[in-house]
């Protein structure tokens, strides 16, 4: 942020993504919008940047209000396609796809791109991939991260090799030819997860897709359901006497920090998306208030899915979860605010790091506003991300001619 001559200040241009080619499409747009209200509006100008379904992007203030979702014909004469120029020279450009009638097309200049995506070319490396292209700052774990952290069988063997206990499991993959795979193969790679089993989608989260397994039959009838969305599903061992663990990790100003620790309460069946996403709340927005900072509303499902938030643990186990959450984000470099969910046995006190969200719902904000000691409101975490973005694109920059003297086999101007 600089003062410009006549005294104002020119803040900040923050592009704020969301959307995508993904089945978590709809509650990235709720988290997207839940960001856009909770920036700090005295540092940044923040405005909306959507993916469709389809893959187009568009620009526009009618994207700031969830009830124009999705776009209908008319709501699409009131926003402007664009696509990225990935020059990687300029900062952040928007270019309009179709040039004005009258005039032309105007590029919208950005400082900093937060993605808000879950799932699918978003979560995964994708976006990150094209961000890091483009030279442009970007809020989150990097590309290498998003990939791995994303890919529940490679974070399996990142895991393992950090010596963090995580289930067994199988690889299920797709079919060349249908969804089905023939029984006696099936029950051949199920056998070293036994039954019951879960079976889930390899790279989807929000829990789409996920399943209890009993035998056999049922398995291979659960897995067209998950193929129809990944070509790859993970199958792992039924964990009695469930119960669950989740906290999040970031630099917050600069200190590797975890936030609070939720223990979703639930029945013995598996949280399903809408119950975490649609099970309550109105589609208006508006602000909520907590302390003396203002933020966005949560997800529907995020603040009516009943939890306990710093719960009684047994002796030593919070210790075991922070150690390996710090463990986990070292080691891959880590940036943002990913959540790392856990899995336990109430009865024998066993624990299992589950998976990794490299960008969670919500941004997981209430883990961080009910942090022990000094919590971390969600403009606060916002405003700490986006530094570490400008910090993260500044470290890793390159020169303006990138080949070495030494290695320059054609002329310089």
């Known amino acids: 942020m600089k003062t410009s001559n006549d005294g104002s200040i020119n803040k900040k241009k923050v592009a704020i993504f969301f959307g995508g080619r993904s089945p978590e499409h709809d509650v990235s747009v709720i988290s997207g919008l839940q960001a856009l209200q909770a920036i700090d509006g005295a540092l940044y100008d923040a405005f909306p940047v959507y993916i469709s379904p389809n893959g187009a992007w568009y620009i526009g203030d009618i994207l700031r209000q969830r009830a124009n979702f999705l776009l209908s014909e008319d709501n699409l004469k009131e926003v402007t396609e664009v696509t990225l120029d990935v020059q990687g020279v300029r900062g952040g450009v928007l270019l309009p796809k179709k040039t004005p009638f009258f005039g032309a097309a105007k590029p919208v ?7 808000v995506f879950h799932g699918l070319y978003g979560e995964d ?8 292209l483009a030279n442009i700052p970007y809020v989150g774990m990097r590309t290498k991260a998003s990939a791995i952290l994303m890919d529940k069988i490679t974070t399996k063997y990142f895991l393992k090799a950090l010596d963090i206990p995580t289930l067994d499991f199988a690889v299920l993959r797709r079919p060349k ?7 006696e193969q099936l029950s051949a790679l199920l056998a070293p997860v036994g039954f019951p089993c879960i079976l889930k989608p390899a790279h989807l989260g929000s829990s789409i897709g996920v399943a209890k397994a009993d035998n056999v039959d049922e398995a291979k009838a659960l897995l067209p359901a998950i193929f129809e969305f ?10 009695q006497n469930l119960v669950e663990y989740n906290v999040s990790v970031s630099k917050v100003s600069g200190r590797v920090l975890t936030s609070a620790v939720e223990r979703p309460k639930n029945s013995d069946e598996l949280l399903d998306f809408k119950q975490k996403y649609m099970s309550g709340g109105d589609d208006k927005g508006g602000n909520k208030v907590s302390g003396n900072k203002t933020f966005s509303p949560a997800s529907e499902g995020m603040l009516s899915l009943t939890r306990e938030i710093n719960p009684d643990m047994p002796a030593g186990m919070e210790d075991k979860i922070r150690d390996w959450t710090q463990r986990l984000f070292e080691a891959i ?7 790392i969910d856990f899995i336990g046995n109430s009865e024998t006190n066993e624990i299992w790091m589950n998976e990794v969200n490299p960008c ?3 941004f997981g904000y209430f883990l961080w506003e009910a ?4 919590p971390v409101f969600f403009t606060d975490l916002l405003t700490s991300l986006i530094a570490e973005a400008i910090s993260e694109n500044t470290a890793h920059a390159l020169p303006y001619d990138p080949v070495p003297a030494d290695a320059r086999l054609l002329k310089r101007g």
Do not use: C, H, M, W
């Open 109 to 115: 200049n950005f400082d900093i791109a937060l993605p």
């Open 125 to 132: 490396g994708n976006i990150q991939g094209l961000f890091e």
């Open 177 to 183: 030819q249908g969804y089905l795979i023939p029984e």
């Open 230 to 239: 990944d070509d790859i599903a993970i199958a792992e061992p039924f964990v």
């Open 333 to 339: 470099d880590g940036t943002g605010a990913p959540r």
């Open 360 to 362: 969670p719902g919500s």
């Open 371 to 374: 942090s022990k000691g000094a």
